[in-house]
């Protein structure tokens, strides 16, 4: 089972809005919305920030929104913050034996 | 507070085994799977196996099946990641994060804080 592809890399200014897409196969992006999201800062655990494409868990701050078409998803982080330069992974569950597979990763900068 | 929190950091030699573990609080541990997850020095995230506290049914990744072993004692609320024989490519830091509606495809969350494995002769 190969990784969700994403960008390594994505950057904005302060305020600025960002995408970060994610795009997988009929087996499993494009299987079920069952896409979730997570920040990850450095030397520290994965955070939760977006689950089945578009929902936000109590305590994230909505600016972080999620959608998906076809077999890409993307995470989008409007009024970028300093405290937001982390890496993003997607995941999604999988029709394979797998069952879960993640994205490769994206390092958000803000300039 | 849901809190998972997992043993500390390992330094092994090859071929030797380990177990390392990761304890749930703050909800019915029986109630939700647990996932381990492996993130190798500066790379990405990879599942690597989920249990079912309640009854110890695992599913493994077709990648990490045969190399490792997950298990859970439910009466102290705990899951283990046991490797018995070690290599240098098992370097990682590995998480284990709680499976929150797994018939629904399931997201991770919390997560422990990470144990770090190293492996060097």
């Known amino acids: 089972q190969s990784a969700l592809t994403q960008p390594a890399s994505v950057s904005g200014s302060p305020g600025q809005s960002i995408t970060i897409s994610c795009t997988g196969t009929?087996?499993?992006?494009?299987?079920?919305?069952?896409v979730s999201w997570y920040q990850q800062h450095p030397d520290k655990a994965p955070k939760l920030m977006i689950y089945d494409v578009s929902n936000r868990p109590l305590g994230v701050s909505n600016r972080f929104s999620g959608s998906k078409s076809g077999n890409t998803a993307s995470l989008t982080i409007s009024g970028l913050q300093a405290e937001d330069e982390a890496v993003y992974y997607c995941t999604s569950y999988s029709t394979t034996n797998s069952l879960y597979v993640f994205g490769t990763g994206t390092t958000v900068t803000v300039l | 507070e849901v809190e998972l929190v997992q043993s500390g950091a390992e330094v092994k030699k090859p071929g030797e085994s380990l177990r390392i573990s990761c304890k749930g609080s703050g909800y019915r541990f029986t109630s939700y799977w647990i996932s381990w997850v492996r993130q190798m020095p500066g790379r990405g995230l990879e599942w690597m196996g989920r249990i079912d506290p309640s009854d110890s049914y695992i599913n493994y990744s077709p990648s990490f099946q045969g190399h490792v072993t997950i298990s859970a004692d439910k009466s102290i609320s705990t899951a283990y990641l046991q490797w018995n024989s070690l290599e240098a490519s098992d370097t990682a830091t590995y998480y284990c994060?709680?499976?929150?509606?797994?018939?629904?495809?399931?997201?991770?969350?919390?997560w422990g804080q990470g144990t770090l494995v190293t492996v060097s002769s």
């Open positions: 009929s087996s499993d992006v494009g299987a079920y919305d069952y």
């Open positions: 994060a709680r499976l929150v509606e797994p018939t629904r495809g399931g997201r991770f969350d919390p």
